[in-house]
C-alpha cells in the first residue's frame, strides 16, 4: 500500500510530556497537511507544507505545537507539554501540487493524554 | 466555517441507492465540490469531486446543479460497508487547498 502512512497508530501519555508523530506522505506529494479531529467533529485544519515550507498555521496550532517537513519528504508534528485537551486523532494527507488534486489522509494518530 | 450544509444523518437500505445531498449556495465560480466520507477509526477517504459538470467514478456519482448551489452524491446500490460520515466540502482550487470539514452526514445503511 503507498497511500499516507502515520506512526505511531495510538499513543498514551502523561500530561506535560512531550510526544511526536510522523507522517509519510505519498511519494511525490508536494503537498502536506496536518489535521486534529475530536469526537464528533469533522478534522480542523492545522498546518500545511509545500515541500519543505511551511505555509499556513491554523490559529488552533498553539506555540506548544510545532511541526517539520526538513526534506520536503516525511513530517513530525510534536506536542510539548501536552494537556488533557491535545487528546485527539492527528491527521495527516497529501496532495500534488496540482490545483484541483484531492488530499489523500492517512488512518491518523489518536493521541490519549491522561 | 464550513461553506456546506448537510443533514446530520440519513438511512438507506442496503442494495439501495443512496443519496446524500449537500447545499453550497455561497459557492464562488473557482471552487470546487469534493467529497470525502470516513469510516469509524480510519482517515477520511476521497471519493470524487467536480467543478460544474456530473462526474462518476467507480465509488460513485456526484450531481451537481447548473446554479451550483447544490449536490447530490449517489452511491448507487449501498452495502453495510458504506456507512460513514459524508462530508462535503468545497475548496478553492489555486489557493494552497486545505480543506474545512463540516459535521457531515451519517449515512446508515441497515440490511
Known amino acids: 500500500d503507498t497511500g499516507v502512512s502515520q506512526d505511531p497508530r495510538h499513543k498514551i501519555t502523561k500530561r506535560g510530556q512531550n510526544v511526536t508523530f510522523r507522517c509519510d506522505p505519498i511519494?511525490?506529494?508536494?503537498?502536506l497537511y496536518w489535521y486534529r479531529q475530536t469526537l464528533g467533529q469533522g478534522p480542523e485544519f492545522l498546518t500545511y507544507?509545500?515541500?519543505?515550507?511551511?505555509?499556513?498555521k491554523s490559529r488552533l496550532l498553539s506555540d506548544r505545537f510545532s511541526a517539520e517537513r526538513p526534506k520536503g519528504s516525511f513530517s513530525t508534528l510534536e506536542i510539548q507539554r501536552t494537556e488533557q485537551g491535545d487528546s485527539a486523532m492527528y491527521l495527516c494527507?497529501?496532495?500534488?501540487?496540482?490545483?484541483?488534486?484531492?488530499?489523500?489522509f492517512g488512518n491518523g494518530t489518536r493521541l490519549t493524554v491522561t | 466555517d464550513a461553506k456546506t450544509t448537510q443533514p446530520p444523518s440519513m438511512d438507506c437500505a442496503e442494495g439501495r441507492a443512496a443519496n446524500l445531498p449537500c447545499n453550497h449556495s455561497?459557492?464562488?465560480?473557482?471552487?470546487?465540490v469534493y467529497w470525502y466520507r470516513q469510516i469509524h477509526s480510519q482517515g477520511p477517504q476521497y471519493i470524487i469531486h467536480?467543478?460544474?459538470n456530473n462526474e462518476t467514478n467507480e465509488m460513485a456519482s456526484l450531481i451537481i446543479t447548473e446554479d451550483r448551489k447544490s449536490s447530490t452524491l449517489i452511491l448507487p446500490h449501498a452495502t453495510l460497508r458504506d456507512t460513514a460520515v459524508y462530508y462535503c466540502?468545497?475548496?478553492?482550487?489555486?489557493?494552497?487547498?486545505?480543506?474545512?470539514f463540516g459535521k457531515g452526514t451519517k449515512l446508515s445503511v441497515k440490511p
Open positions: 511519494s511525490e506529494h508536494n503537498r
Open positions: 507544507f509545500q515541500n519543505e515550507a511551511q505555509l499556513e
Open positions: 466540502i468545497v475548496r478553492v482550487t489555486g489557493s494552497q487547498g486545505n480543506l474545512i
Open positions: 455561497t459557492i464562488s465560480g473557482n471552487e470546487y
Open positions: 494527507a497529501s496532495s500534488p501540487l496540482l490545483g484541483a488534486s484531492p488530499l489523500h
Open positions: 467536480g467543478l460544474k
